[in-house]
């Protein structure tokens, strides 16, 4: 790493210093691009979000692209059912890396109020790796905000070599997650093994 | 409008073989229905929504409700009037009992509005009506068997515990978790 | 396969798409299978329960007042309508009463969520036609200023848990009704500026003119309410014929359709909008003094004889009714909730048959849904 007091000096000159990571996050935190995917009530905050008077386009995420295929970031915002968590889990799979998710909304995080419905998926992080949890019912526009920002910090602290780099510059981490079917009382599997085990209680008695 | 009483007794010069039973209903707001049997339920739709008296053109809304303990389920139908605004009438059809008898009679070609609301209480209660134009699942997936809003309907066991546990998710943990692990130690008691 | 030997027959197929339940058309998750002809509709069948979140079977183990804010995120866009529909249930079967400036109140946050709602679903019919966010951004700039509203009087802009067996949670803060007086005065220009933009376009003429026809007595058979029936010319609110709550008390007159395609249920939204501005202004100059509920009222472990009652209001997107059946216990023993999204989406492929296929998507707007009440 380059001294600061010399960098400064540089800076004064004009010249300015970076690394490849820097300026690599740089580009990509600042320019995330969400999915538009809404489910639910969270929904309407999301959209909130993106209207004159929150404005998420001074993150450079106004762009809500409807198709998977050019989005960046998947904003769950809603309940996830069984029916629908087919769906949610091809439409992950169908984005390229890199890629993140954003778990907006109780219902999102675990089920939320409706976590006793037979046909509620308690928690999208079930079956899908999720970058940022934001609670609330719903959410405030401004929670989301703070989240786009978190997940920035998070983007901004990945290493581009090592083994702590990121999915896409990874040639052996998974590219697509399980796919669940709708069986005959529920779904098949009932979560992602890998990816999600219940909790350890710790709970005196 | 006319009372329920009269209306029951046009019906029954009406259509000379109907079985109609009022049904009260002791609750404030004086609302009574009517129970129908199966085989002139249809008859007796089309003359309620045709009689220039009633003129009962608008079906508002089709319950399913399961009686456990009577044993058997039963269709509730609320019937409004547009053209004269006047209403509720309110029809009940009950099933033979809720394992193989749970035949009703739709009334989708005398109200348009009965299509996917019959479509629903088939698929969470189970009753099929006989003459919709097509009746399948509607809400819950095709490859599901069960009838959801059934009194008796067990959810799948899907999560095994909660973050503040009541008395039946608490169960359910014991299920998961059998040994309760021990007390944390401070560092005061060691 | 088409050959291009010009003797032989071009074959035809039909095409078979799925539209939904992810599709940029902001309604929620909502899945049309399309049979097209080229382009043009030849069967179209709706499937829906993405959304499926079993309000109904939650109910049935939760306390009545326990299911106040379940009811809010049914029509997540118009929670205040949703509360009341319930807490009118509740009162018939019970028999509770309400106090005068309850009633008042009740009518002032439900039109202000009338404006919300035909303004926010003006925006996102124009965002389907094509208007990518602009109209939108105007809708929801004047959401804002009621959301603001709502926030001081609940807590919550979005779901507000206001309403309550017998008279409201709480009652105004100072100033709110100068803020809301401030509103109601400056909704009547925006929907002048609204308008000026929105209804002379030609291209929204163009493409809502003479689409997605829906006739009155087709309506009337499908038990299609609220604005869409009355786009079609059939003069039925409830606010007038069941005269609910204060609504006997107010001077307001019901907008009706002629030929009842896109444009008239379009229209028939911005003219309520300004008979909710009168209703508004009579409201809040007429606003009695009182308590907003009996201290005396009962919310908590309430058990209604058992019986059954069936409540309705006119909500923004039609008849909510409430079918309540109790059984002298503390839950209800079935609570069932009338959809109007869902049955006034029971002719949504009469409409479509014939349209090409980006005008199922401007009929599918202007039917105005909301999944979370369709699937409940």
New interface residues.
Partial sequence: MIDASLRQEMARQGVVTTTVQELYNWGRKNSVWPLQFGLACCAIEMIAASMARFDIARFGAEVFRPSPRQADLMIVAGTVTKKMAPQVVRLYNQMPEPKYIIAMGACAISGGPFRAGYNVLKGIDRYLPVDVHIPGCPPRPEALLEALMALQKKIDAQPLTGPDRPRHLDANAPGEYLVPECGEHDLVPSSNSQLWQPPVLVRGE | METLEQLKARLETAIPNAKIEIVPNPSPVNQPSLLLDTESARAIAHFLRDDPQLRLDYCSNVTGVDWLKAGYLEAVYHLYSVALKHGPVILRMRTGNRADRVYLPSLTPVWRSCEFQEREVYDLYGIVFQGHPDLRRILMWDEFVDYPMRKDYVEPDDYEYDPTPHDDALEKARKHYPQAPAPLQTEAAQ | MIAIDNDTEVKQELLEVSMG????S?H??FRMNVLLDGETVVKLKPV???????H???AE?NSYLASI??TD?LD??CAMTNNWAYTLSVE????IAVPPRAEYIRVIVSELTRLINHSCLAGFLLQDMGALGTP??YA??E??KILDLFEALTGS???HNFMRFGGCRCDLPPGWVDGAKTIVAHFGPFLDEFEALLTGNEILRARTEGVGVLSGA?A?????TGPMLRASG?N?DIRK?DAYGAYGKFAFRVPLGQRGDVFDRYMVRILEMRESLKILEQALRELPDGPVIDPKAKLRNLR?????????IESPKG?L?F?L??DGGPTP??F?V?PPS??N???LEDLCLGHSVADVVVILGSVDIV??EV?R
């Fill in positions: 339940p992810h599709h940029p902001t929620g998750v829906f329960g993405y959304l499926h979140r079993n109904e079977k939650i183990t804010p379940y995120r997540y866009i018939k079967l019970a028999g939108l951004m929801f700039r959401r804002e802009r979005m779901m087709l009337v058979s499908a038990g299609v059939v039925y014929v209604p004889k058992p019986g059954e009652a069936y409540g309705r008849e009714g079918y059946i109790s023993y079935r069932r009338r869902l049955i989406v029971t002719i999944l979370g699937d």
